[in-house]
């Protein structure tokens, strides 16, 4: 990683994220913006709004939801992924956010 750019808050997941299933999943065609868990790619259950915001251009660094927006550098913000309520008890305290409510 290079050190040009710093956010306070970035936590790297990759450690928690089930990599045989999220391969799993991208073989099968389909992707993680697809409803699924950031974390262990599961689809996320109709009505979850939880959500963590990617940055750094990595699927794996994620940022507090209160990070000032001007310490998100603009190129790599991979934007708010989906995240099951049990893999979000995984992370620590901040991290979590409310996104819009999946319907389908
Ligand atoms: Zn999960």
């Not at 868990?37 to 994620?62: A, Q, T, W």
């Not at 940022?63 to 008890?89: F, L, S």
Request: aromatic residues 6%; glycine residues 8%; hydrophobic residues 35%.
């Amino acid at each position: 990683m290079t050190a040009w750019f710093r956010t306070l808050s970035v936590l790297n997941i990759e450690p928690l994220v089930d990599k045989v299933a999220r391969n799993k999943l991208h073989n099968s065609g389909q992707s993680l913006s697809d409803y699924n868990c950031i974390i262990c790619s599961r689809k996320v259950r109709k009505g979850n709004k939880l959500m963590v915001h990617c940055v750094n251009g990595s699927p794996y660094e994620i940022v507090k939801v209160n990070e000032p927006a001007e310490n998100i550098h603009e190129a790599g913000d991979m934007g708010w992924w989906d995240i099951g309520p049990d893999c979000a008890k995984k992370l620590p305290e901040g991290y979590v956010g409310q996104g819009q409510e999946i319907l389908n």
